[in-house]
């Protein structure tokens, strides 16, 4: 698992070197929250398909609470 989060961490690093890059001296805004919404609804969406949209076992598999994660859901129109 050490391996994927590194995977993870580096695929990150790799898009967000490139984001500036791309910038071409524009100033970047809210990249906090862009990264967010970019990463958390795939990352919803591949563990829902994972559980076959069973939402009890996918908020455990994310550590978070069943509405929690009915509440992200909703705002990235999955339900």
Not at 32 to 60: C, F, I, S
Not at 71 to 78: A, E, F, G, I, V
Request: hydrophobic share 40%; charged share 25%; proline share 3%.
């Amino acid at each position: 698992m050490n391996n994927n989060n590194d995977d993870i961490s580096l695929s990150v690093r790799l898009a967000m070197e490139q984001y500036f890059r791309d910038l071409d001296g524009e100033m970047p805004a809210a990249i906090y929250d862009m990264v967010l919404a970019r990463v958390e609804k795939p990352l919803l969406e591949v563990v829902l398909n994972h559980t076959q949209g069973n939402q009890t076992r996918a908020a455990e598999l994310l550590g978070l609470n069943r509405n929690t994660l009915r509440k992200k859901m909703k705002s990235y129109d999955l339900i």
